[in-house]
T-cell receptor
Framework: QKEVEQDPGPLSVPEGAIVSLNCTYSNSAFQYFMWYRQYSRKGPELLMYTYSSGNKEDGRFTAQVDKSSKYISLFIRDSQPSDSATYLCATLTGANNLFFGTGTRLTVIP | DTAVSQTPKYLVTQMGNDKSIKCEQNLGHDTMYWYKQDSKKFLKIMFSYNNKELIINETVPNRFSPKSPDKAHLNLHINSLELGDSAVYFC??????????????FGPGTRLTVT
């Protein structure tokens, strides 16, 4: 079993839609949960992180962690064409290594 | 003022060759990493390294070896290249693990094609 499983894409939405991206993780000891964004032909960049459980909001983006169900979500409100990218969820192991999901490719259509 | 840089950006080589990919970071970070991203976009840790410890992912063949001449550089050497080594390789860095390993800064990637 992989450390992190991510809903496969691709996902295509019209501009202005609300986007929901989801992952599950396997180890209840994980405490850090991240969302990285990767534009085509670029390296990933940290979008948001959450420590332990709960919600975190940053502008149009909300990250949510439910530790009881080992579920990680990222919501994007009022999606824009510039949000088109691959979104990778990740967890941090005790050895301080990132384990990534397989990524969901999002396209926002103008 | 690139934070994490890698050279080359593209590398095409034949099976059996030995090649190196260079990585440099100017962020003053203490820990550097190498990741492999396969054709399905799955990004997997290969190594993490600081001046105290090298942690190797046990699934990485010993044909791959990281070499760090100093804190700002972590190069990746690959011996006897195989077709399955074709992938995009990313270098990354972070502050000391105890503080902020969740926030890693990635380079632009090196696209390796083995023919």
């Amino acid at each position: 079993q992989k450390e992190v499983e991510q809903d496969p894409g691709p996902l295509s939405v019209p501009e202005g839609a609300i986007v929901s991206l989801n992952c599950t993780y396997s180890n209840s000891a994980f405490q850090y949960f991240m969302w990285y964004r990767q534009y085509s032909r670029k390296g990933p960049e940290l979008l948001m992180y959450t420590y332990s459980s709960g919600n975190k909001e940053d502008g149009r983006f909300t990250a949510q962690v439910d530790k009881s169900s080992k579920y990680i979500s990222l919501f994007i409100r009022d999606s824009q064409p510039s949000d088109s990218a691959t979104y990778l969820c990740a967890t941090l192991t005790g050895a301080n290594n990132l384990f990534f999901g397989t990524g969901t490719r999002l396209t926002v259509i103008p | 003022d690139t934070a994490v840089s890698q050279t080359p950006k593209y590398l095409v080589t034949q099976m059996g060759n030995d090649k190196s990919i260079k990585c440099e970071q100017n962020l003053g970070h203490d820990t550097m990493y190498w990741y492999k991203q396969d054709s399905k976009k799955f990004l997997k840790i290969m190594f993490s390294y600081n001046n105290k410890e090298l942690i190797i992912n046990e699934t990485v063949p010993n044909r791959f070896s990281p070499k760090s001449p100093d804190k700002a550089h972590l190069n990746l050497h690959i011996n006897s290249l195989e077709l399955g080594d074709s992938a995009v390789y990313f270098c990354a860095s972070s502050q000391e693990p105890a503080g902020a390993a969740y926030e890693q800064y990635f380079g632009p990637g090196t696209r390796l094609t083995v023919t």
